[in-house]
């Protein structure tokens, strides 16, 4: 049985992202300040996934690796559309 994709659901699956200086995941970090889910106008099935978030510091080296993991873990939900991190 799949969840249901609600942005509990998101934030679960974002805690799989680990800050990999710190070595905490991103959500208990707050890193994650909203996540927003929309119907999807190009594929009515599935749901758009909308995620704002900041990094540790303004030049993160870990910048890129944290935003593509986050695509990643949000991409692999039963359901999601687009992600725009």
Request: net charge negative; charged share 25%; hydrophobic share 45%.
């Amino acid at each position: 049985m799949s969840a249901v994709l609600c942005e509990d659901t998101v934030r679960e699956q974002l805690k799989q992202v680990i800050d990999p200086e710190l070595f905490v995941n991103i959500v208990d970090l707050g890193l994650i300040y909203v996540v927003d889910l929309e119907p999807s106008a190009a594929e009515p099935e599935k749901t758009d996934v909308k995620v704002e978030m900041t990094l540790t510091s303004p030049m993160c080296p870990a910048g890129p690796q944290l935003v593509a993991n986050s695509r990643q873990v949000i991409e692999a939900l039963e359901g999601v559309g687009t992600v725009d991190i």
